[in-house]
């Protein structure tokens, strides 16, 4: 009789996101108990990862978000453990995370993506905001946010130069990078892919000014998910394709999450996630959900998809 697989499921850690990943993590260990796994909670921030090897997982699930988790740290230590994970590998996660390097890949690409230029504080103590701004042919609104946050931890739009000159000085005390961007309004739109293929389209619509911290993980903002996103289905599909396409240039694994705004017919692709959330209110699942794929069974993929050399 074939053992039972022994599944870590790493959750937690120490990034900004710690609490969505608690909430990812517990959602995935639940479904894996419901198929019998031998399932093992494993938080970073508590337990030291020296202590992987002793558990001797079959299997790492990464339910971890944010810095380390999916920037291709912890990625890189699983590699070094030799034992299969899920979600992308070391380089597909850092680049996706580094909003700058993804953009670069993007635009040389031919997606589209809003105009943009990044600050480092390495290169750019005295940064003239105003000639960056005219060079890169950027328009107000602009939105200034950390190069390597997710769940729009850090995002602010800024309508003239005296709100970017202060929510600049704000973020550069905390953040080493930053991106600026042209704020494309529009409808956001959020496509799922699993091993590459896209699945589905999501409209969100925020009662909030956009769909930030809040929008995201709060039932009281009380946020619009429309699935599929009402678009027209020559539209729809060419959404799922540039969103393949993006997975493809990335080398991504797993299941992935494209951000789009869609704004005079023309869709800009504003980041890809590596590792998008699993929790209750969460894209992907609910994606997966309308297209017929349950939870449980999305989980279950994602286990017999993990691997190393990712």
Sequence with gaps: MK?????????????????????????????????????????????????IKKMNPDVIFNALHGKDGEDGNMQSFFEYLGIPYTHSGVLSSMISMNKYLSKKLFEKNK????????????DNFNIDLR????????????????????????????????????????LSKVYENLLFETYIPGQEIQVALIGGKSIGAIELRPKRRFYDYQAKYKKSAKTMHLVPAPINKKKYNEVLKISEKAYKILKCKGIARCDFRFFKNTFYLLELNTQPGMTS???????????????????????NDSSINR
Aim: proline share 5%.
């Design 3 to 51: 053992k039972t697989k022994k599944i870590l499921v790493i959750l937690g850690g120490n990034s900004k996101e710690r609490n969505i990943s608690l909430d990812t993590g517990r959602s995935c260990i639940s479904a894996l108990k419901k198929m019998g796994y031998n399932t093992i909670k494993f938080d970073p921030k508590k337990t030291s990862l020296n202590n």
């Design 131 to 170: 000639k960056k701004i005219k060079k890169n042919n950027l328009s107000f609104p602009i939105v200034v946010k950390p190069n390597n946050e997710g769940s729009s931890i850090g995002v602010k739009i800024c309508k003239n130069f005296k709100s970017l000159t202060y929510e600049f000085k704000k």
């Design 281 to 303: 209110l969460s894209l992907v699942p609910e994606i997966a959900k309308y297209y017929k794929i349950p939870f449980v069974k999305l989980v279950k993929w994602m286990v």
């Design 111 to 122: 997606i589209k993506t809003p105009k943009y230029f990044y600050f480092s504080k390495k």
